[in-house]
């Protein structure tokens, strides 16, 4: 018929001007007629043309009769597939009344495809997860044995395999899709570029057939030159598709695509073509149907991809030319109905691919001749079901009876389709695995919905496709659709697996993407679309935190089995508005100098109050949390105003609080301020050692008392743990130009007021602060960090100090340890001191300050009257006794029992006291620790005679347990000092590591344990190139985010170790510090509810419900409930795990240990142990989620050890095999 129209009239078969509708639904009878009429007339166009308008009046009659032979509804229809579209499909069958039946893998048994249909049936027994959907004869025989009169393809798979269509119409079930023939012709894209090429439709330049080797790709590439693409000749998706740029990339490329190919569609064929640079990638969506109607349904701009497959998807394209947009949909059109009548029809659902260049100029790529991941959005913008379309085209419907005319053909609006995969953005995309922990959809106005197995608890395995969700969303115009689908976007909760939502975020917001400019370059020339926003994910990574304490116990070291108290503390009442003013107000009003006038002019005794750093260092292991300091720091603002300060920060708080409270000691510090703005703060800084145990360049430490001060930092007390005065005035002058008040702090040792000692005397005291006063200290300190100073002793330093230099403000420290610490504060005070250190009356005593309480009450009336509210001090005490038994593991109190007089003698800094009590036990010399304490008095004297505070005490300690464990006495190690190995701190020391002593190094003691190593001279930090921040940033933000700030540079510049360890503790297990602190501890109690206040405004409440059984993984599930929600968390048994077999991780510490990117499966090992391999050298070939990754050596050296074969199924961050360099 259509021959014999050209003959009148060569218009187009849908030009409904010469072609009417009805016309194109004849019957093949009339198909036949029209033949043999135009063998007999043909010589005659008159007889022939009234011989065919008789047989056209006739046919006219007969096609109802046919269209009702031809109309066979379907009962049952079996998904030849699984996921989303096997769930698309079924829905519409069942809006049809039509039942449905489930095909699923072995690896399948879990997923949500099989539950949705009426019925589901096990295929491909013991096969390869995709091979099983790939197994046309189980599935045929399910069809069968159940009575399934059609078959959906479903997209992937067998969608696009003409033998797959060909078994069905051999066995009796109907293929919902065009005929098999069909199939294989634009299966074939070889076969169907030639079609296209013969409907005058434009091509790209390429090869004729599937190539079969790399040498055919050789010459082609020889031919066109680069950049030339390869493509899966039976199938797309993406998959099989390599672009190659030089020559020198064609034989891996050739290889992978190859490769995937096969993995993916069951044939490895290829063909190859030019690539078009940067190129639209626009798709015209047909339907046809048995009688040669074939509409178009619009186009789709497909553009936004990564490695080819489509992300986001937008109907109708945008910025599309009037004209353009008809050449695409005429040219679909034409190329649908290529050949017809003379074959079959191009029947059912279909879509023709083209790329269009800059110049408007559009290239044919391909046809899919099956339903589209994307045929939601032409869905959402025509009204037409296509679903509902491929059904009823299959029962044998027209299209015009199903309404489905090309004038009534509409686009209303614009639809964006987001594809959700389980892939990691930052990683290139890589495919992500694990178990759905929470998933929580965006819904609502505007939005639809197509997913899978997206529910908690669902397993996302590396076997098969990365979609999650297809996320559809519509609106009047693409704004509007982009606005729609970013709110759904941040509405999703996904947790347990990695997901493309924040890249997919970036996106919608991205104006070249709003204003419809987009090409497939688009995501390669947007890199600002990876600067991701971090998925917080707090309340899961909680609940990991907590099921982790509860199955394997505290995750910060426990010295003694003593559980945290189960009494909460009370918090005091604090009075509404703001709190009254205090000395801060003075500093930040007059400057640091102004201040320092204030204090020395002031009447009545000053206190320091040290409950918040250094009474918790000394009694407590510095264990105390942000979150009980937060709770009674407003008490402390509206109570103890008249405060001299408080300290809370610097010394060992500061590594302390990343190493075993897992929190930021600059949030401490931030949180603190905003609470108490009206007392000053006070920090311990080691000189140039600022807050850590080693040196650094003088810049680090310059930087570090910077970024304290803009943190809320006001007094910087600087000591140097010899008394070396170019550490401390390295130290001061860091402070000073930071904009602090300087606190020049003499270190205490020895006894001023005995004459025999001679080393430290009143004239060493006078002539070392007369140093540092010159050098412009605004506050003078004697630091007695193990409380020698007596009563007597403290009154004549005092007393000499405040004759010496009387307009500098005076502040003593010390500790109790004797228990004579108030006597001698209260000396210092009658003496001249202006200010004095304190710990509140719970927190006091022992290795701690003296009490607050007991100055506050010997003051009270007299010239030296504090000014402080004894009755305050016990509501204070209180909250600090309860909290205290909150901390009971780490109590010192669980092995001391008392201060000890002998300090005198051994001379042991109060919060060093405590911890080689902890040792003593802990080693099981708890009976001996007084030889401990006597070898440490001998240690001391062996070194010299050492100022002992931090790091020196440490230096003193460590040689006393060397002594200890090794049964030496003073004089043996003197004697065989050349032949023992002595640990790394005293061989530093005796370098001049930490500086030089005073009176110098012990001779020959010295010279006999270094024999020939190097020593330092002069202040060991001045030869120390600068550090540079800037590259520590990039570095700090290449491993963690964008999210760095200035406050963890200066961490991880301090204490690079410790703080990488800190962020991968948060990474894992998030704001640790929001939780109670026997939580933290100990973990909750079964059926225990709790709340948790993650910011204001933002509670959590959680139920623990109950603790699993050990599973294969080694593995416990922990059940709570969230938010009146279920909730599980995994949790590794560590212990049960020692006895299990697992493959090793790779340490991301150790260079040469290479693990695996991505979870998934072992296609080729490429190395050889033994082997030498370049950098950038592929080791293997890794399979997950039908994509290919090769695996590159990150640095040159020899194949030490190989732990995987082809074949071996990893987990993400297996040790792949060993390099050494």
Request: proline fraction near 5%.
């Amino acid at each position: 018929m259509l021959f014999c129209l050209c003959l009148l009239r060569p218009h187009s078969l849908s030009d409904p001007s010469v072609f009417p509708t009805e016309f194109n639904q004849c019957c093949c009878c009339f198909r036949c007629s029209v033949s043999m009429l135009l063998q007999v007339g043909g010589k005659r166009s008159a007889l022939g043309l009234l011989a065919i308008r008789r047989v056209w009046s006739m046919s006219r009659s007969a096609h109802t009769a046919s269209q009702t032979l031809e109309y066979k509804p379907i009962k049952k229809v079996m998904v030849a597939n699984r996921g989303e579209i096997a769930i698309r499909v079924f829905r519409a069958c069942t809006e049809l009344g039509i039942r449905t039946v489930a095909v699923y893998s072995e690896q399948d048994t879990g997923q949500m495809h099989r539950q949705k249909a009426d019925e589901a049936y096990l295929i491909g027994k013991g096969l390869p997860p995709v091979a099983a959907y790939l197994h046309i004869p189980d599935i045929i025989k399910v069809a069968k044995e159940n009575d399934v009169d059609a078959i959906h393809p479903g997209y992937g798979f067998l969608s696009e395999r003409a033998d797959f269509a060909q078994a069905c119409v051999d066995a009796g079930v109907r293929f919902i899709g065009p005929t098999p023939d069909v199939v294989r012709k634009m299966g074939d894209k070889v076969e169907a570029r030639a079609i296209a090429t013969s409907a005058g439709v434009p091509v790209v330049p390429g090869t004729d057939a599937p190539i079969s080797s790399l040498q055919e790709a050789q010459e082609f590439s020889n031919s066109y030159g680069f950049p030339i693409i390869f493509k899966a000749a039976y199938g797309g998706g993406g998959r099989g598709m390599r672009v190659v740029r030089e020559y020198e990339e064609l034989e891996e490329n050739y290889q992978r695509a190859c490769s995937e190919a096969l993995a993916a569609f069951g044939n490895g064929a290829l063909f190859v073509e030019k690539f078009i640079e940067k190129p639209r990638h626009i798709e015209v969506q047909i339907l046809g149907d048995k009688y040669g109607n074939v509409i178009h349904l619009y186009e789709r701009d497909c553009s936004i991809q990564r490695r080819h497959q489509k992300v986001v998807e937008i109907a109708p394209a945008t910025q599309l030319d009037p004209h353009l947009r008809d050449r695409l949909t005429a040219d679909s059109v034409n190329l649908a109905r290529q050949h017809w009548p003379f074959s079959k029809p191009y029947e059912n659902a279909g879509t023709v691919e083209f790329l269009v260049d800059k110049h408007g100029k559009h290239y044919f790529i391909e046809v899919n001749s099956r339903l589209q991941v994307e045929h939601t959005v032409t869905e959402e913008i025509t009204d037409v079901d296509l679903v509902h379309a491929q059904l009823r085209v299959c029962e044998g419907r027209s299209l015009p009876e199903l309404g489905l005319k090309q004038d009534k053909i509409r686009i209303n609006g614009y639809a964006i389709q987001c594809r959700v995969t389980t892939e990691d953005p930052a990683r290139g995309f890589q495919p992500d695995t694990g178990r759905l922990e929470v998933f929580r959809s965006g819904e609502g106005m505007g939005i639809r919905l197509d997913s899978a197995s997206a529910f908690q608890g669902a397993v996302i395995s590396p076997h098969y496709d990365s979609l999650l969700v297809k996320v559809i969303a519509s609106g009047k115009d693409l704004p509007a659709a982009s606005a729609k689908m970013s709110r759904a976007l941040a509405e999703f909760r996904v947790r347990g697996v990695k997901t493309n939502i924040p890249f997919l975020q970036n996106v919608l917001s991205n104006n070249q993407f709003l204003n419809g400019t987009v090409d497939t370059q688009f995501i390669d020339e947007n890199q600002d679309l990876f600067n991701l926003k971090p998925v917080q994910n707090r309340a899961q990574k909680l609940l990991h935190y907590l099921g982790h304490v509860m199955v394997n116990g505290p995750t910060t070291p426990i010295p003694v089995k003593a559980k945290p108290s189960p009494i909460d503390p009370v918090i005091p009442l604090v009075p509404l508005g703001e709190p009254p003013v205090g000395f801060r107000d003075v500093l930040l009003r007059e400057g640091p100098d102004g201040f320092a006038k204030a204090v020395r002019a002031h009447q009545g005794l000053l206190l320091m109050d040290t409950t918040f750093r250094d009474a918790h260092q000394s009694l407590l292991a510095t264990r105390v949390r942000t979150h009980d300091l937060k709770r009674i720091a407003p008490f402390v603002a509206h109570s103890f105003s008249n405060l001299f300060s408080v300290e809370n920060w610097g010394g060992a708080t500061f590594d302390v609080a990343m190493r075993f409270l897992c929190e930021c000691p600059w949030k401490r510090l931030q949180e603190l301020r905003a609470l108490m703005p009206n007392v000053p703060f006070q920090m311990l800084l080691r000189g140039a050692n600022a807050v850590g145990y080693t040196n650094y360049p003088d810049n680090a430490v310059f930087k570090f008392c910077e970024v304290a001060k803009e943190n809320g930092m006001d007094i910087f007390r600087v000591f140097d743990s010899l008394n070396y005065l170019p550490n401390m005035l390295m130290g001061m002058e860091a402070a000073g130009a930071a904009g602090g008040v300087v606190e020049a702090a003499i270190s205490y040792t020895g006894d001023v007021s005995d004459p025999t000692r001679q080393k430290y005397s009143l004239d060493y005291y006078l002539k070392l602060a007369d140093e540092l006063v010159k050098a412009g200290t605004h506050i003078l300190c004697i630091k007695d960090m193990a409380g020698l100073l007596k009563p007597d002793s403290g009154h004549l330093l005092v007393s000499a100090l405040r004759d010496c230099f009387p307009d500098v403000p005076i502040h003593v420290h010390t500790h109790d340890t004797a228990g004579a610490g108030v006597a001698a504060m209260l000396a210092c005070a009658e003496a001249g001191a202006d200010i004095v250190d304190v710990a509140v009356d719970s927190m006091a005593g022992m290795t701690s300050q003296p009490s607050m309480g007991a100055i506050v009450a010997c003051t009270k009336g007299t010239k030296l009257n504090t000014g402080i509210s004894l009755e305050k001090v016990f509501d204070y005490s209180e909250y600090w006794e309860v909290t205290r038994g909150l901390y009971a593991p780490f109590d010192c109190t669980a092995t001391m029992k008392s201060g000890n007089a002998d300090v005198y003698e051994n001379e042991i800094p109060g919060g060093q006291y405590t911890n080689l009590h902890f040792q003593a036990h802990s080693m099981g010399l708890g009976n001996k620790f007084k030889e401990v304490k006597k070898a440490y008095a001998e240690a001391n004297k062996l070194l010299g005679d050492l100022i002992k505070v931090t790091p020196s005490s440490k230096i003193v300690g460590d040689l006393a347990q060397f002594m200890v464990q090794n049964s030496l006495t003073r004089a043996e190690v003197e004697e065989r000092a050349d032949e023992l190995s002595f640990p790394l701190s005293v061989v530093e020391f005796l370098q001049g590591h930490i500086g030089i002593p005073h009176g110098g190094f012990p001779e020959p003691f010295r010279s006999k344990v270094l024999k020939s190593l190097p020593r330092v001279e002069g202040r060991p930090g001045a030869s120390l190139s600068p550090m540079d921040f800037q590259a520590l940033e990039k570095q700090l933000r290449d491993a963690h985010g964008d999210e760095i700030t200035p406050e963890d540079v200066m961490s991880a510049a301090m204490y690079p170790k410790v703080f990488q360890e800190f962020k991968e503790f948060t990474r894992t297990f998030g704001p640790v510090d929001c939780l109670d602190t026997r939580l933290f501890l100990d973990g909750p109690k079964i059926a225990e509810e709790f709340e948790v206040e993650l910011e204001r405004g933002k509670t959590l409440h959680i139920k623990a419900l109950a603790l699993g059984d050990l599973n294969k993984a080694g593995q416990r599930e922990v059940f709570f409930e969230l938010n009146g929600q279920l909730r599980s968390v995994l949790v590794k048994d560590t212990v049960a795990m020692k006895e299990m077999h697992f493959h090793p991780k790779a340490l991301k510490d150790v260079r040469g240990q290479i693990g695996a990117p991505m979870p998934g499966k072992v296609v080729e090992v490429k190395v050889k142990q033994g082997q030498k391999v370049e950098k950038g050298q592929p080791l293997c070939v890794l399979s997950a989620m039908k994509m290919e990754m090769v695996v590159n050596s990150p640095l040159s050296g020899t194949v030490a050890k190989i732990y995987v074969t082809a074949d071996s199924t990893l987990e993400g961050d297996d040790l792949i095999l060993e390099i050494t360099e």
